[in-house]
């Protein structure tokens, strides 16, 4: 069974940047897309970005040009870079693992939580004005 644990995360003022990773076990990984998410108080959990087995990325417009996925196959790790972060980025982040998958995903794919059969035990990122 597929484990994540994240790691990363805190308190930033606005402006700021914060790095978040996901370690995954076994070997899964590296067939599946890895993604991250985020649920902030009182809201439905949305889409941050993903990343497929080719290394293609995907983004929901709210982060696009802030923040960078990357994935290291060797080492089973998932990270996201968050640079320019605002107050409206607050919120307890969740990595997350597709069942194996294409080479190739699509948005649609990687930004449904149904298409996600793991989870982090989630990350607080909370940005100070």
């Known amino acids: 069974q597929v484990q994540l644990v994240q790691s990363g995360g805190g308190l930033v003022q606005t402006g700021g940047s914060l790095s978040l990773s996901c370690a995954a076990s076994?070997?899964?990984?590296?067939?599946?897309?890895m993604g991250w998410f985020r649920q902030a108080p009182g809201k439905e959990r949305e889409f941050v970005a993903a990343?497929?087995?080719?290394?293609?990325?995907y983004y929901s417009d709210s982060v696009k040009g802030r923040f960078t996925i990357s994935r290291d196959n060797a080492k089973r790790l998932v990270s996201l870079q968050m640079n320019s972060l605002k107050a409206d980025d607050s919120a307890v982040y969740y990595c997350?693992?597709?069942?194996?998958?294409?080479?190739?995903?699509?948005?649609?794919?990687?930004?449904?939580?149904?298409?996600?059969?793991?989870w982090g035990q989630g990350t607080q990122v909370t940005v100070s004005s």
């Open positions: 997350g693992q597709t069942r194996r998958v294409a080479f190739f995903a699509t948005f649609n794919y990687v930004s449904a939580q149904e298409s996600y059969v793991a």
């Open positions: 076994g070997r899964t990984m590296t067939e599946a897309a």
């Open positions: 990343i497929d087995r080719s290394g293609g990325t």
